[in-house]
């Protein structure tokens, strides 16, 4: 409808009647245009104001179709207000879907948007239906004992096969039309049954329970397998008392030791092949099996050509020790290389007889059997001539 158009009220201010008449003139034709200009304003303003009205009332009406229809979630609407395409709507949304008492439950196409109550003592099986049209979500609340296990019929559950609802929990579950999504809140359960494990008896579904360990505890578990465990001694060790009033105390006995002087042996008789001296000690080990061997003599000869002497080594063995002059016998002791461990001869230089040089050797034999007495002894042969021996000939040894 067309609007009236009032025509304009003209307003002129005053002028000083000393202006210049054609200014006056020019000054009233500005004013005119000015009024019409203010005029055509207010007229704008009113058409816009009409407009803004139709347009809210268009939406309102808009609104209310689309909140009274119910074809919109099957087709859609093309438009709403500002928004174009399709707009779905979930006619449940808020709604409650109570299935207390039920152990079983597949969810249904008007679950979309509601919530289902599960409440029961027994375990309950919840299974999506992946027939149902997305979107799609619901919500699932645990309000009984039982724990709810929602299991997909088809695709899988935040990837896997199926998630666990406890009491007092609560979760959400969407469907992206292959697989399903869940979001939980899970509260602060219950304890229904305290089980006693290996080496434990005790236990409960109910009330205050106990746990106590099994005693004797088994090795597996860690334990002695005896109520009253005990320290057993070891080798040189002794323990006295009961349990767990024990005393240990050592038992080993002192190093053994054994000491030997022979002043004037007889010489080796020959320059062929050794033979014993029958200067050592016996010995029989207790702590370790190792001995320490110190020998010292002075060699002595008769002879005054170069290269005259004599050769020395050492044996050890079990049994009598052997007499002086005996063949060798027992187990020879390598110090270094080989034997023989003492070698000493006259120099080119001629000389008087009866030259006297002092010579000492150590060394350590070891592997021992403890109990058993073992002699040592040194055995000599004749370099050159047989003037030579070895007099003042001492051997002492120390088990360490």
Same mark, same amino acid.
């Given at each position: 409808m ?6 304009p009220q ?7 009647k000393?202006i210049?008449p054609?200014l ?8 005119t ?6 005029q055509?304003?207010v007229?704008l303003n009113?058409?816009? &104001?009409g407009t803004?009205?139709? &347009? &809210?009332?268009?939406?309102? %009406? ?10 919109? #979630? #099957?087709a859609g ?10 707009v779905?709507?979930?006619?449940s949304l808020?709604?409650?879907?109570n299935?207390?008492g ?8 008007q679950d979309?948007? @509601? ?12 299974t999506?239906? !992946? ?10 609340s /645990?309000?009984?004992t039982?724990?709810v296990t929602?299991t997909?019929s088809?695709?899988?559950i935040?990837?896997? %096969? ?5 009491q007092d ?11 399903w999504?869940? /979001?939980?809140?899970v509260?602060?359960g219950?304890?229904t049954?305290?089980?006693?494990g290996t ?5 409960g579904?109910s ?18 397998g005896?109520?009253?465990?005990g320290?057993?001694?070891g080798?040189g060790?002794s ?8 005393t240990i105390a050592t038992?080993?006995?002192a190093?053994?030791? %054994?000491q030997?002087l022979?002043?004037a042996p007889?010489?080796p008789g ?5 033979s ?6 016996t010995?029989?080990p207790?702590?370790s099996?190792?001995?320490?061997v110190?020998?010292?003599? /002075? ?8 290269g005259?002497?004599i ?5 050890y063995?079990?049994?009598?020790p052997p007499?002086?002059?005996a063949a060798t016998?027992?187990?020879?002791? /390598?110090?270094?290389?080989n034997?023989?461990n003492?070698?000493w001869t006259?120099p080119s230089i001629?000389?008087? %007889?009866?030259?006297?040089?002092p010579v000492?050797?150590? !060394?350590?034999?070891?592997g ?21 021996a @070895?007099?003042?000939s001492?051997?002492?040894l120390? #088990?360490?």
């Open positions: 067309a609007q009236t158009i009032n025509p003209p307003y002129y201010p005053q002028i000083d000393e210049d054609k006056t003139v020019h000054l009233q034709r500005l004013y245009a000015v009024n019409d200009h203010d055509a304003i007229l009113g058409k816009v &104001t803004s009205t139709a &347009t &809210t009332t268009a939406a309102a %009406a808009a609104t209310t179709t689309i909140a009274q229809s119910t074809v919109i #979630e #099957e609407v093309t438009s709403f207000n500002t928004l174009t395409g399709d779905s709507y979930f006619p808020g709604s409650v879907n299935q207390s039920k152990t079983s439950y597949m969810t249904q196409q979309n948007g @509601a919530l289902i109550v599960l409440n029961d003592t027994s375990p309950i099986a919840v999506l239906n !992946f027939a149902v049209a997305i979107p799609w979500f619901t919500t699932f /645990n309000q009984g039982g724990a929602v997909p088809q695709g899988t935040n990837l896997g %096969a199926s998630i666990m609802v406890p929990s609560f979760v959400s579950v969407s469907f992206d039309g292959a697989n999504w869940a /979001n939980a809140s509260g602060a219950t304890i049954a305290v089980i006693a080496g434990l008896t005790g236990g579904v009330g205050s329970v106990t746990l106590a360990l099994i005693t004797p505890v088994s090795v597996a578990n860690g334990g002695t005896t109520a009253t465990p320290l057993v001694a080798t060790i323990v006295s008392g009961s349990w767990p009033d024990q038992t080993a006995a190093p053994a030791g %054994a030997s022979t002043l007889s010489g020959s320059t062929v092949s050794y014993m001296q029958g200067v050592g000690p010995i029989t207790t702590l099996g190792r001995i320490s110190n020998y010292s003599a /002075n060699l002595v000869t008769s002879d005054t050509a170069a005259d002497g050769s020395i080594e050492f044996y063995g079990t049994g009598a007499a002086n002059g016998t027992g187990t020879l002791v /390598n110090i270094g290389a034997p023989p003492i070698v006259l001629s000389i008087a %007889a009866d030259v006297s040089v000492s050797i150590s !060394f350590i034999v070891s021992l059997v403890l109990g058993t007495t073992y002699w040592f002894d040194a055995a000599a042969i004749a370099l050159g001539a047989t003037g030579a @070895a007099n003042n001492v051997m002492v120390q #088990e360490f």
